[in-house]
């Protein structure tokens, strides 16, 4: 059998699929491997702002405890818990029939030695008594005035007034108790302004302000959430073992919500203000050689590889200090795995 025809027809269909496969595209250049499909996001200003959350009881601005001067027995209590007071309003009152019997006694001493010195006037202006006994007769006139002003006080503190203003929150006394000196006898709350007091770290305190707003959320009011709030003051110092420092948030609106001494408040506070910032996912940014890049898709929809100066991390988010605008298209993962030059087709863009 001859084979010749058979195998030049084979060399011929070879020939025809090479100068085929090798056929320039209609550009006249090497036809192009098919562009990589990417996930991009736009750059746009962001808020990278941090904010904490810190919880804590709300408390009066100003709470007094009131004790007792003197010891005694108690005669009468005149206020509950609840009750409004005013300042000087009389609270409770304490035996004090020991003491005014002092008192009584210093008065009669006071009047002798008054009219005792009164005589040595008279008596010095005739010059019948010398120097001495003149000034000896004054000093004790002196000292018996100082005891009528020491019984008189001593009598005074049998009555316990209110030294403010405000609501009594708490009675540790009842009629017919002994009690003794500095004993606690009410604690009386001003609750017309209300306070949370939170406990902030050190890093994060730098950034806070006396006037800086803060929203607060109260459980207990409900719908009548979130309430403003402001900050008052900063403590100067760090608690030694927490190393926490106090930041106090008054709280005007409060009361008129129906907040109480005692409910649990949340404070969300801006430790750190980055608003309006340029920002891309944070694995869009990689590292060679000590610098930082991101793979940008160019207006020929090929990847540029663009140095950029980073700056802080907010969760999926990175902050760019420079070396991108806005709206333009960057990488959103694995920039180290990229081209520069390399054509790709972006299937999706987040914005």
């Keep these: 059998m001859n084979w010749k025809p058979s195998i030049a027809a084979l060399l011929s269909v070879g020939l025809l699929t090479a100068c085929t496969q090798e056929t320039p595209d209609r550009g006249g250049g090497q036809r192009e491997a098919r562009a990589l499909p990417v996930q991009a996001v736009e750059v746009h200003p962001r808020d990278l702002s941090r904010v904490v959350t810190i919880s804590n009881s709300v408390e009066p601005l100003r709470t007094i405890r009131l004790a007792a001067r003197t010891e005694g027995v108690l005669t009468e209590v005149l206020v509950e818990e609840g009750d409004t007071v005013a300042e000087d309003q009389i609270l409770a009152r304490i035996d004090v029939r020991e003491q005014q019997a002092e008192l009584a006694r210093a008065r009669a001493r006071l009047h002798e030695r008054q009219a005792t010195f009164d005589r040595f006037e008279q008596l010095r202006e005739r010059n019948y008594v010398d120097l001495a ?52 006898l009410f604690s009386i709350a001003d609750l017309s302004s209300l306070v949370v007091r939170l406990g902030v770290s050190e890093l994060d ?147």
């Design 133 to 184: 006994s003149y000034e000896s007769a004054r000093a004790e006139l002196e000292v018996a005035a100082t005891e009528v002003e020491l019984w008189e006080t001593r009598v005074e503190f049998g009555t316990v007034t209110s030294s403010i203003d405000g609501t009594v929150v708490s009675r540790y006394i009842e009629p017919g108790e002994a009690i003794s000196r500095h004993a606690a």
């Design 205 to 351: 305190v730098g950034n806070l302000r006396v006037g800086d707003a803060v929203v607060v959320n109260v459980d207990a009011v409900g719908d009548r959430n979130p309430l403003s709030g402001v900050i008052r003051r900063i403590f100067p110092a760090a608690e030694i073992e927490s190393r926490l420092i106090t930041v106090e948030v008054g709280l005007p609106e409060a009361l008129g919500a129906g907040v109480r001494p005692g409910f649990l408040a949340r404070a969300r506070l801006l430790v750190e203000q980055r608003a309006n910032v340029l920002a891309v996912p944070a694995g869009s940014v990689a590292e060679s050689d000590g610098e930082f890049f991101v793979m940008v898709v160019n207006g020929d929809d090929r990847l540029e590889r663009r140095v950029i100066e980073p700056g802080v991390i907010r969760g999926a988010w990175r902050e760019i200090l420079s070396g991108l605008g806005e709206g333009d298209r960057v990488v959103s993962a694995n920039p180290l795995e990229m081209t520069a030059g390399e054509r790709v087709r972006v299937v999706d863009l987040m914005s």
